[in-house]
């Protein structure tokens, strides 16, 4: 069964950092792309960071970027995202989400959560003094 597994939200103060982990099971990360999707309260699911497959490319919603990164460690089946200078407006439920199809404009690559086909439950990030 495909499964995907998040961990490593929490409480944390403005300023500071996170890693979040995705570990998948009875299925290799690098086959697909893969992304980091998050919801708060009130709004709708967005894009955070995605990876393509082996080529390693990569995309950060114009909010994160140079705070977070996402990463993939093949050996462990494992994708990250390193959230650094946490902000408030960061707090949200943060999903994995593997599937097969990625957007495509002029030279900018991205995924969306209508391009995913399997999800884990989530982990909570909250930003907070």
């Known amino acids: 069964q495909l499964q995907l597994v998040e961990s490593g939200g929490g409480l944390v103060q403005p300023g500071g950092s996170l890693r979040l982990s995705c570990a998948a099971s009875?299925?290799?990360?690098?086959?697909?792309?893969i992304g980091w999707f998050r919801q708060a309260p009130g709004k709708e699911r967005e894009a955070v960071s995605c990876?393509?497959?082996?080529?390693?490319?990569?995309y950060y919603v114009d909010s994160v970027k140079g705070r977070f990164t996402i990463s993939r460690d093949n050996a462990k089946n494992t994708v990250y995202l390193q959230m650094n200078s946490l902000k408030p407006e960061d707090t949200a439920v943060y999903y994995c989400?593997?599937?097969?199809?990625?957007?495509?404009?002029?030279?900018?690559?991205?995924?969306?959560?209508?391009?995913?086909?399997?999800w884990g439950k989530g982990t909570l990030v909250t930003v907070s003094s």
């Open positions: 989400a593997t599937g097969d199809r990625a957007y495509y404009k002029g030279n900018v690559w991205w995924c969306e959560a209508d391009g995913m086909d399997n």
């Open positions: 990876m393509g497959r082996n080529d390693g490319v990569t």
């Open positions: 009875a299925f290799f990360l690098d086959s697909y792309v």
